[in-house]
């Protein structure tokens, strides 16, 4: 039994534009959809995660999803949105890159089961190695006119910017290539159907007259809105870069946080993009933030849904406890608990100062420890003032005058984490 795709993307606000009967085609049994990735680095980023949750969703309709790298593509470059052109791949890295993108892809779609809908991983460089530039131009290219290509977006605002450079043949062709893997899919798979985000329409459309052109058939096109933010800043980017899937890129802790950190109108229309909560429960969970949303309720929820369907409960749990190491109450246990990335994450930006393990041989006394040795606080007597009124923490334990600063006070043999009142930290980095 099929279920309403369409119907499903256009309430998630996932829908931007779709070729005329894409629905009815879609709602007369199982159809095969494919969606391209760029595989231009070993990790997908949340940019691409708008596709693949139209691929999940796609699998939940009863619909076949096909996930395609594009390794030939990923060699030219999409000129789509884009001022300058990409770094090419070899084969080597583009292999490395599929294999890591697979994994990744796999906690969102069911590869593996004997269902008839499971999911397929292609790479159209697999199918583009062995055609000859002739062969293309010949069965490919003689059927697309330059007038039609020139007549798409994504090329008439490379050819209008100011970009000194202008658009390289390589580029100017892209729209061919990617319509090639369309005529291919539905000529191999009875793929009908792809989807994209809505700057990739005019590369779809190419695909669909392909398939009409050479194929005999009829192809449907689907795009999804790009996801913007609030504020006019450009969503998946913070200060450090792109905010990746992969854990030693982006730890779960700044993912955990960067959503939690999303505004009421973004996280409102995130939530129903970026999580499978149903929406009756979206729309109950919409009015309860509304009547307190000094509880932050719809951002915790995104955040906790998204962080353990890309990495796991046990991360979510860890993102958390160390979120409550900045934010809330939390024990010398809990900071103790963090490894060497969160710790640096989450005091990421607090001041540091170096000092020898053989300093802690016999005990580093809290007078140096504030003062003299880090410069945290700005004199000796200061150090004793803030002492004597309690408010100074060892790993968020608070200490007296006499307390001596050993190596069991160590956070992963190599930081200790000192504290003057609620929110003034310091990090001791022992070498």
């Known amino acids: 039994m099929t279920l309403n795709f369409v119907k499903e993307l256009e309430w998630r606000g996932m829908l931007h534009d779709a070729m005329p009967g894409t629905e009815e085609h879609l709602l007369e049994g199982m159809q095969s959809a494919y969606v391209g990735i760029d595989p231009t680095a070993d990790s997908l980023h949340i940019g691409h995660l708008v ?7 796609f699998q939940l309709a009863g619909h076949k999803p096909y996930a395609l790298i594009g390794g030939a ?10 001022s300058t052109e990409r770094n090419l791949l070899d084969e080597k890295t583009l292999r490395h890159n599929e294999k890591a993108l697979k994994e990744q892809l796999s906690r969102f779609l069911d590869f593996e089961s004997d269902a008839e809908n499971a999911a397929v991983l292609v790479n159209n460089y697999d199918w583009m190695k062995d055609i000859s530039f002739l062969d293309f131009i010949r069965d490919v290219g003689k059927h697309i006119t330059v007038n039609y290509m020139m007549a798409k977006d994504s090329v008439k605002k490379r050819l209008s910017s100011e970009a000194k450079e202008g658009m390289s043949f390589t580029e100017f062709t892209y729209q061919l290539v990617q319509g090639y893997d369309f005529l291919h899919l539905y000529k191999e798979h009875n793929c009908t159907l792809q989807m994209g985000g809505s700057d990739q329409w005019g590369n779809i459309t190419t695909g669909t007259e392909l398939i009409r052109r050479i194929g005999g058939g009829k192809g449907f096109a689907l795009t999804c809105p790009l996801i913007t933010k609030a504020d006019g800043t450009k969503f998946g980017k913070t200060e450090g870069g792109n905010v990746w899937l992969d854990a030693n890129r982006t730890s779960p802790y700044r993912f955990y946080q960067y959503w939690l950190n999303t505004s009421d109108m973004d996280a409102e229309k995130y939530i129903k993009i970026f999580t499978f909560i149903p929406k009756g429960e979206i729309e109950e969970l919409v009015s309860q933030h509304k009547e307190a949303p000094h509880t932050r309720l719809l951002q ?53 100062a170096e000092i020898s393990a053989s300093e802690l041989e016999s005990g580093l006394d809290m007078i140096a420890a504030l003062s003299a040795k880090t410069g945290f606080l700005g004199s000796n007597g200061e150090a004793r003032r803030e002492l004597k009124q309690n408010s100074v923490s060892v790993n968020k334990e608070k200490v007296k005058e006499d307390y001596l600063i050993t190596k069991e006070d160590l956070i992963n043999e190599k930081f200790v984490l000192l504290q003057r009142g609620k929110k003034n930290y310091f990090v001791l980095v022992v070498n």
């Open 51 to 57: 596709g693949v949750m139209m691929l999940r969703h």
């Open 300 to 352: 915790k929820r995104l955040a906790d849904e998204i962080t353990v369907m890309v990495h796991s409960q046990d991360d979510l749990d860890n993102a958390v406890k160390a979120s409550a190491i900045l934010f809330g109450k939390s024990t010398g246990t809990d900071v103790k608990g963090l490894d060497e990335k969160t710790f640096l994450d989450v005091f990421d930006g607090v001041p540091q």
């Open 73 to 82: 593509t990923g060699m030219i470059g999409d000129p789509s949105g884009k």
